[in-house]
């Protein structure tokens, strides 16, 4: 299979977690699949396409030596159908619902082959986590998220400098702004980084949140605010200010009231900043329902059988 080919066969397998999985490879058994990359530039490339379609990727053997604390959580099933004098001397991992995709090199005596390889995946179920859990700590649970798991490897080297990478600092959005932002979601973003969770409800990072305020508010002084009622935007008292959106263009706003920001209730709107439905609760446990709970007004779309976190970059 050479690389044009890879995608359309790669994306048959992982979406909606349809694929059968039955490697044709010599020795290797059902329940995941080895496809075979010829004509590739290299690896670094090869990631760098997929990384395009499916995130930031997790370095699960990197020179040869595989990551000591790699689970059935953190993409472990990937490597282990490698056997019979074949060695993994790469491997780059992604989450993509119930499945693990991996792309590396396996070496066989002197003879080296680029590979792709997909497997099932799980995460814990939410009534399996401890009662006292976090919400931050179900949530890192339930996608089987590792805060550690996305690095800067040598593969991945130049994207230091390719422009790709945004940070998450919340002080200087904060001080732009004028307020503090809810603790849980400056953990939140910290602990996750730049993405979408299930690749669907993308958590803005704190500069977008001041480019999408500032915006808003500039609009709504030159148009007026009939049409944000009954919440002006943000920073008139009790203003919205967003941190989410989907593809489906609902947006997730914060109504600030009050001075302590973790009171601070959830406010959905679908399209525009007209009357939505509010939530009191905080970010961390209103993105965890949405995951988890399917009755929820805004639960996550259910064509995966796993949820993920999507991450685009990570400082």
């Not at 990197?62 to 491997?91: C, H, K, N, Q, Y």
């Not at 690095?151 to 702004?177: F, N, V, W």
Request: net charge negative.
């Amino acid at each position: 299979m050479n690389e044009k080919e890879l995608l359309p066969s790669l994306h048959g397998l992982v979406w909606p977690d349809t694929g059968k999985l039955d490697c044709p490879a010599a020795g290797h058994g059902a329940g995941h699949m080895c496809l075979t990359i010829t004509d590739a530039a290299g690896l670094g490339e090869l990631v760098e396409t997929l990384s395009g379609w499916y995130g930031e990727p997790r370095a699960l053997v990197s020179e040869g030596r595989a990551d000591p604390t790699a689970s059935e959580w953190t993409g472990l099933p990937l490597i282990a159908p490698f056997g019979d004098g074949e060695r993994v001397a790469e491997m780059r991992v992604w989450a993509f619902g119930g499945r693990w995709i991996g792309c590396g090199v396996v070496r066989v005596g002197s003879e080296a082959r680029l590979v792709v390889v997909l497997a099932p995946r799980t995460t814990p179920s939410p009534g399996a986590l401890p009662a006292d859990a976090s919400w931050l700590d179900r949530l890192v649970a339930v996608t089987g998220w590792d805060a550690e798991q996305v690095r800067i490897d040598p593969i991945r080297l130049d994207r230091m400098h390719s422009g790709r990478i945004r940070t998450t600092d919340c002080a200087a959005a904060e001080e732009r702004l004028g307020t503090a932002l809810p603790s849980d979601y400056k953990l939140l973003v910290e602990t996750f980084g730049d993405g979408a969770f299930d690749g669907f409800l993308n958590i803005y990072l704190p500069a977008d949140i001041v480019k999408v305020a500032e915006f808003a508010s500039g609009w709504a002084k030159a148009h007026g605010t009939p049409s944000w009622e009954p919440h002006p935007p943000f920073p008139e008292p009790g203003g919205l200010l967003p941190w989410a959106g989907t593809e489906h263009e609902t947006s997730f706003y914060w109504v600030a009231e009050g001075p302590d920001p973790d009171a601070w209730p959830v406010y959905v709107t679908e399209v525009g900043p007209e009357a939505g439905d509010r939530f009191a609760m905080t970010t961390t446990e209103f993105v965890f329902r949405m995951l988890a709970d399917p009755e929820h007004p805004y639960s996550m779309p259910a064509d995966f059988a796993a949820r993920w976190f999507m991450n685009y970059s990570r400082p």
